[in-house]
């Protein structure tokens, strides 16, 4: 048995690449992670070109206990064994990279507690912070600048160290900023500010200067700080 962690990109359908696309036809089943009831950016791309395979959604609750997480995943998993055991190549796709920030590593901690000896592959994908960096028509850094990605849901302290080491900088889930600290660090600190909503999508948005950092509210948004 076989899980392919599989990278889409930001979900425009030209950037998703020919492997991950002969990845999931050539799969026995795909699973589907869902953050909610409704189809994901992973989800709704796939489909477009893989409607044949049996398919599954798995939630993946946006929560910060890990423990918790854990059994809602494991709980869903249990209930498909039957069907997953049936299937030599599963197909697991994410937006994104398969291996930045990625669901796809809740799913393999919980399948390894069914299947020890799964084995595992990864596809790799375009990177949100690639994605609007190219978007916004900027480099993310060049010759020896220090280049950060840093999640916005991390420790307040840990977010300024970070920001305080680097040249340049793309925060993921900046809608977790509450920091008024931060959001000051970043001002003074930075004279490039730029964020991109649904980078690469039909309703991208794109945010300069002190606008990028009022109104935060979209989960597929990207900070830019000092991108060339």
Do not use: W
């Not at 992973?42 to 398919?55: G, H, M, P, R, T």
């Not at 600048?145 to 340049?168: H, M, N, Q, R, Y």
């Amino acid at each position: 048995m076989k899980i392919i962690i599989a990278g889409v990109g930001p979900g425009k359908n030209d950037l998703i690449s020919i492997a991950a696309l002969n990845a999931a036809k050539n799969s026995d089943l795909i699973l589907f992670p869902r953050s909610h009831d409704k189809p994901g950016v992973a989800e709704n791309l796939i489909l477009q070109y893989v409607s044949d395979k049996l398919f599954f959604t798995v939630l993946f609750p946006m929560i910060k206990d890990s423990k918790r997480r854990s059994e809602i995943i494991f709980e869903q998993l249990e209930k498909l064994k039957s069907k997953l055991q049936e299937a030599e190549k599963i197909f697991f796709p994410v937006i994104g990279d398969s291996t930045l920030y990625s669901t796809g590593a809740y799913l393999i901690e919980e399948l390894k507690k069914f299947f020890p000896e799964i084995e595992i592959e990864f596809i790799p994908g375009i990177s949100a912070h690639s994605a609007a960096c190219a978007c916004a028509k900027k480099f993310m850094a060049m010759s020896e600048e220090i280049f950060s990605v840093i999640p916005g849901t991390a420790e307040s302290k840990k977010i300024l160290s970070a920001l305080s080491s680097c040249g340049s900088a793309a925060i993921y889930k900046p809608t977790a900023l509450k920091n008024k600290e931060i959001f000051d660090f970043i001002k003074t600190k930075f004279p490039k500010i730029i964020r991109v909503d649904f980078a690469g999508l039909p309703n991208e948005k794109i945010f300069e200067g002190s606008q990028a950092l009022e109104n935060i509210n979209e989960y597929l948004s990207i900070l830019l700080l000092n991108v060339i």
